[in-house]
């Protein structure tokens, strides 16, 4: 195979632990309630179309897009509106959402439930994106950044690639992975999709070489198909990131502020490319998710196809319960999850796993001086000095922030994750995104 | 050897001279006239640089008002908070202005979410800074608008005027406070609020921020504002206003009667520095904190009106 690639700058190689890659992907029991909030994306929250009181059934529109970058929200189960009131979410902040008690589980007619692949492409690029838009898809990676956004480069752009991230980079979670091996031939089918849509001659997927089988198993579906490969890459975090990938794949460098168009490129995930061809293919908007469940001390560490909207507390269940020395809940990974605070936070369209860790892994190390080793430096793959920009938002300078391009940064928390003064790196960083961010935005409206 | 003495002090005394004469020149040629009284202003102010009053600094306040004494004749919106009357007496006088007298204020912490009143559901591990937890997590207690208890108030104070109490995890403010409302702008839940002192100290506020519904509010804390309205009810001079679930006081309509204290039924409004009442026939000490109301902040007939049948009692 000679030497595999990867991204060119930083980057750290945490314990693996994919502890469920060999636990199929299970259905999980519809929940008795669904939790929907309304911010499921990046962006703009979407806009409540039900009342209390009305009954809808699965798949039917519960939330329109509140904006250029939003999307639309779809019941993810059958029953009765409840409330539309305040709802614990992934930040333990309450924010509008949509409750929903379930009521058997009746799907709108022109929704395809059937297992049969559907090969034929009927639509064309312009109805695609329609239908991807009005099927609320959004990046099942984490970033749940709008997919039909993506999908209409600005007027001059042309892109030449599509790029499946099929990367998983974070440790423990796998629904990626399960995906791949069970849903390998509609994924390829959704990634045609894809092409159609953006017209591009040429899809990579990009796999990481800790999952042999899935890089056999999409190898041999892409053979048959013009301008797909498969393309393994080594193992290094965080090369799920969009920049990270294309630079490993094609070699490309995204510039600071730009989009991967700007050099060609779309990125979109695997979950993504099996969401749309659901969407496209079955007319089944983005209602379910595969959730990893996992953590050392987890007694059945699984993979679940859970509806949008189901507390957490029913996946760990599933899992066989939470272990008594659980210390922390991770909504996500462990290098960019963030501790979750309840266990009725819902599944949303960007929940990807849920780790939990012992009381014993989750301690956090108190924090030291910096010792200038410059580790942080080392490793971040998107060339910043983390203990500069940590400091400056520390130390409220924003503007030293901004100008040491602190929105570069794409939280992966390698600098973190490396830091021998336990300097919570990371911290101040998005503290300094977030405010970063809004300065620039008030910058903009003014 | 006398020689080479006499040269250089002629050389160098000439030269000096030249770059006398140039000097002087140049210096009445780009001269840039500074009022005197800039200077006599900066004199008579604190010199404490905190910024309370929204200038950079004690030199652009004293700027600022004499340029405004000059251009306006009033120093209307300008006030030293950390000075209060007596410096700001002194600056209107060198600047030959009148200056009205304001209340002086302190910073009042709006939230009694201590630890035993919101027990801890979650534990945060993370950047010791309010800023940072607020931008993460909604609160250990889950309380997502109370105190998060990191003191970045008491970092960012200039004055020793605001301290952690450890007991309760809640700050507590200390008469060395200024009003210069740096830990107003600090707390990044907006639960400090400059509000005025009050007499003798004497004041009453809301102390809580939560704008949920009753039922989700006192979930989480045993103490906060469920906007039940009843104090607003109970509340003869309109100072009491509600919105989202949470009362308000208006300090400035606010005549210290104590009615609302009374009615709150989760104690969610404090009155501060007030005596004791006893019980049942106890309004006694009330008619004097409304006495000395009347009398220093001067307000209407409406307050007069309004305490009339307490005196009555008393009398």
């Known amino acids: ?446 | 050897m006398d020689n080479i003495v006499i040269i250089a002090i002629a050389a160098l005394g000439s030269l000096g001279l030249v770059a006398a004469v140039i000097l002087y020149f140049v210096a009445s040629k780009f001269k840039v006239y500074e009022d005197p009284k800039i200077d006599e202003v900066e004199e008579a102010l604190p010199a404490a640089n905190c910024g309370g009053c929204g200038f950079p600094g004690c030199r652009a306040f004293a700027e600022a008002t004499t340029t405004s004494a000059r251009k306006n004749k009033n120093l209307d919106g300008l006030n030293c908070p950390v000075g209060g009357n007596d410096v700001m007496q002194s600056v209107g006088s060198i600047l030959g202005l009148e200056v009205e007298a304001t209340d002086p204020l302190i910073a009042v912490i709006r939230c009694n979410g201590s630890i035993k009143n919101t027990p801890a559901k979650v534990k945060y591990e993370g950047a010791t800074s309010c800023a940072f937890a607020h931008a993460l997590y909604g609160g250990e207690g889950g309380c997502q608008f109370g105190c998060l208890g990191l003191a970045d108030c008491v970092d960012a104070c200039d004055f020793d005027a605001i301290h952690m109490n450890p007991e309760t995890g809640l700050p507590v403010v200390n008469d060395k406070c200024t009003a210069c409302g740096a830990c107003v702008e600090a707390c990044p839940r907006d639960i400090i609020e400059l509000r005025k002192k009050g007499p003798k100290d004497r004041r009453i506020f809301v102390s809580c921020v939560n704008k949920e519904k009753g039922a989700p509010a006192k979930k989480n804390c045993a103490v906060a504002c469920i906007g039940c309205a009843k104090c607003d009810k109970v509340c003869k001079f309109d100072a009491i206003t509600i919105n989202s679930f949470l009362a308000y006081i208006d300090f400035s309509k606010c005549t210290l009667c104590r009615k609302c204290v009374e009615v709150c039924p989760t104690e969610a409004i404090w009155e501060v520095n007030f005596k004791p009442r006893k019980p049942k026939e106890g309004k006694a000490p009330k008619p004097v904190a409304e006495k000395t109301v009347a009398k220093e902040n001067a307000p209407t007939a409406k307050v007069e009106a309004g305490k009339a049948p307490d005196n009555e009692t008393t009398e």
């Not at chain 1, 560490?301 to 922390?328: C, D, M, V």
């Not at chain 1, 369209?349 to 989750?362: H, R, V």
Request: glycine share 10%.
């Open chain 1, 1 to 446: 195979m000679g030497i595999l690639k990867t991204f060119a700058l930083g980057g750290v190689h945490p314990e693996e632990n994919k502890l469920s890659s060999n636990a199929p992907i299970e259905k999980l029991a519809l929940p008795k309630q669904a939790i929907v909030p309304l911010g499921q994306n990046l962006g703009a929250p979407s806009k409540p179309l039900v009342k209390r009181g009305d009954q809808v059934k699965a798949g039917q529109l519960l939330a329109e897009a509140g904006g250029f970058i939003s999307t639309n929200i779809h019941a993810p189960v059958s029953g009765k509106v409840i409330k539309i009131d305040n709802v614990i979410d992934g930040t333990g902040y309450k924010r509008p959402g949509i409750i929903i008690d379930v009521e058997g589980d009746e799907w709108l007619d022109d929704i395809d439930l059937s297992t049969d692949l559907k090969t034929e492409i009927e639509l064309d690029g312009k109805a695609i994106i329609e239908k991807i838009k009005n099927a609320g898809l959004v990046g099942m990676g984490g970033a749940t950044f709008p997919t039909y956004v993506k999908l209409m480069p600005p007027p001059g752009k042309k892109a030449e690639y599509l790029i499946i991230n099929g990367v998983e980079c974070e440790p423990y979670l796998t629904s990626d992975h399960r995906l791949m091996l069970e849903k390998g031939p509609e994924i390829v089918v959704g990634t045609q999709i894809l092409m159609k849509a953006l017209n591009v001659k040429k899809a990579i997927i990009g796999i990481e070489n800790n999952k042999p089988e899935a890089i056999h198993h999409m190898q041999e579906l892409v053979k048959p198909i013009d301008g797909m490969t498969v393309q393994p890459l080594k193992v290094q975090y965080p090369q799920g990131g969009e920049k990270q990938l294309i630079k490993a794949v094609v070699n490309r460098e995204v510039p600071s502020a730009k989009l991967p168009i700007e050099v060609g490129c779309v990125v979109q995930n695997v979950g993504t490319a099996f969401a749309v061809y659901e969407a496209v293919q079955k007319n089944k908007p983005l209602v379910e998710r595969v959730v990893t469940v996992t953590g050392k001390a987890v007694k059945k560490p699984s993979n679940l196809l859970a509806r949008i909207g189901t507390p957490i507390h029913q996946l760990i269940e599933a899992a066989e319960g939470l272990p008594e020395n659980t210390g922390k809940i991770i909504g996500g990974g462990p290098m960019m999850g963030k501790a979750l605070t309840s266990l009725d936070v819902p599944v949303v369209k960007g929940s990807s796993g849920i780790l939990l860790m012992k009381k014993e892994e989750s301690v956090r190390e108190p924090e030291n001086p910096c010792i200038r080793c410059s580790k942080c430096t080392t490793v971040c793959p998107m060339g910043l000095e983390p203990f500069l920009l940590s400091k400056a938002s520390k130390l409220g300078k924003f503007d030293m922030a901004e100008s040491e391009k602190i929105m570069d940064c794409i939280e992966c928390g390698s600098c973190q994750y490396t830091c021998p003064a336990s300097i919570p790196l990371l911290d101040y960083l998005r503290l300094g995104k977030n405010k970063v961010g809004a300065i620039m935005r008030n910058r903009g409206k003014n």
